[in-house]
Antibody, heavy 118, light 110 residues
Framework: QVQLQESGPGLVKPSQTLSLTCTVS??????????WSWIRQPAGKGLEWIGR???????NYNPSLKSRVTISVDTSKNQFSLKLSSVTAADTAVYYC??????????WGQGTLVTVSS | EIVLTQSPGTLSLSPGERATLSCRAS???????LAWYQQKPGQAPRLLIY???SRATGIPDRFSGSGSGTDFTLTISRLEPEDFAVYYC???????????FGQGTKLEIK
């Protein structure tokens, strides 16, 4: 059973960079034809896809966030990571990592709340 | 960008009743690229339906999906107490690579 777990600071100051890591267990991040995605959800609101990475390093980003997002992968640690630069209060949300079966998300992490505040 | 509009925003029903949730796309969506998720408070979304009509592993057969083109439906045949949650539809668009979600339908106990 694949499991995903997000980790990282819960509080980030405005204009700084948000950094999160997702650790995958129960299977190799390199096995199968999967992408690995980040999705976020502001409190009381809907879901927004941020971007994804394939284990080759190939990435796709939401055009609305593309200028501020970097997703990377470390196959030796079975992890992938998110960096979101120049954050504002609008970036406050629960951030989820998920296994991306090309067209849908079949496994999700529990989510981690990131608050942007001084 | 394809916009998904879900209706109704809130649906109030009783256990045992049938629930019909709608997801309408602003442009035609391939059925292969349409999924539904259930989200309970404080939890991550759970995949229910992929490819518009295929149930994910472990999903009870009271959940079914249908539709094509711009109109898709999630049906819960007989509501159980644990089914009351928020439901999201999601589509994948290949140009540019982009996933979008509907705004959600809250299914609440009447």
């Amino acid at each position: 059973q694949v499991q995903l777990q997000e980790s990282g600071p819960g509080l980030v100051k405005p204009s700084q960079t948000l950094s999160l890591t997702c650790t995958v267990s129960g299977g190799s991040i390199s096995s199968g034809s999967y992408y690995w995605s980040w999705i976020r959800q502001p409190a009381g609101k809907g879901l927004e896809w941020i971007g994804r990475i394939y284990t080759s390093g190939s990435t796709n980003y939401n055009p609305s966030l593309k200028s501020r997002v970097t997703i990377s992968v470390d196959t030796s640690k079975n992890q992938f990571s998110l960096k979101l630069s120049s954050v504002t209060a609008a970036d406050t949300a629960v951030y989820y990592c998920a296994r991306d079966f090309v067209w849908y998300f079949d496994y999700w992490g529990q989510g981690t709340l990131v608050t942007v505040s001084s | 960008e394809i916009v998904l509009t879900q209706s109704p925003g809130t649906l109030s029903l009783s256990p045992g009743e049938r629930a019909t949730l709608s997801c309408r796309a602003s442009q035609s969506v391939s059925s292969s690229y349409l999924a539904w998720y259930q989200q309970k408070p404080g939890q991550a979304p759970r995949l229910l339906i992929y490819g518009a009509s295929s149930r994910a592993t472990g999903i009870p057969d009271r959940f079914s999906g249908s539709g094509s083109g711009t109109d898709f439906t999630l049906t819960i045949s007989r509501l159980e107490p644990e089914d009351f949650a928020v439901y999201y539809c999601q589509q994948y668009g290949s140009s540019p690579d982009l996933y979008t979600f509907g705004q959600g339908t809250k299914l609440e106990i009447k």
